[in-house]
């Protein structure tokens, strides 16, 4: 059975940094493009960042400039950086792949997700900003 496993989240201030993690069991990440996704409490989940099978990187307009997206050394593993943090980051964070639907929204400036689209979620990892 698939499996996302994140990890990397945590507390810290307005301009901070975190990296995020994300490994993968199974072919989910499979010559897919694969992404970072994001839930804040009572909102909708987004697609903040995406790095297609050939190495392309996209960004929602909310974090561009600030995120980077980028496939492991170790097969099936991708990572989000994150830097100048805002308190808007806050969320769960989850990873897995993206459809052509991501893509096209992406390229469009954002993206939300029909949850139950996907066979596989993670449990997330929790972003908290705040002084």
């Known amino acids: 059975q698939a499996q996302l496993v994140e990890s990397g989240g945590g507390v810290v201030q307005p301009g901070g940094s975190l990296r995020l993690s994300c490994v993968a069991s199974g072919s989910i990440f499979s010559r897919n493009n694969v992404g970072w996704y994001r839930q804040p409490p009572g909102k909708q989940r987004e697609l903040v960042a995406l790095?297609?099978?050939?190495?392309?990187?996209m960004y929602a307009d909310s974090v561009k400039g600030r995120f980077t997206i980028s496939r492991g050394n170790v097969k099936n593993t991708v990572h989000l950086q994150m830097n100048n943090l805002k308190s808007e980051d806050t969320a769960t964070y989850y990873c897995?792949?993206?459809?052509?639907?991501?893509?096209?929204?992406?390229?469009?400036?954002?993206?939300?997700?029909?949850?139950?689209?996907?066979?596989?979620w993670g449990q997330g990892t929790q972003v908290t900003v705040s002084s």
């Open positions: 897995n792949s993206v459809s052509l639907d991501g893509l096209f929204g992406l390229q469009r400036g954002s993206y939300f997700p029909k949850i139950s689209d996907y066979d596989y």
């Open positions: 790095i297609t099978s050939g190495g392309t990187r």
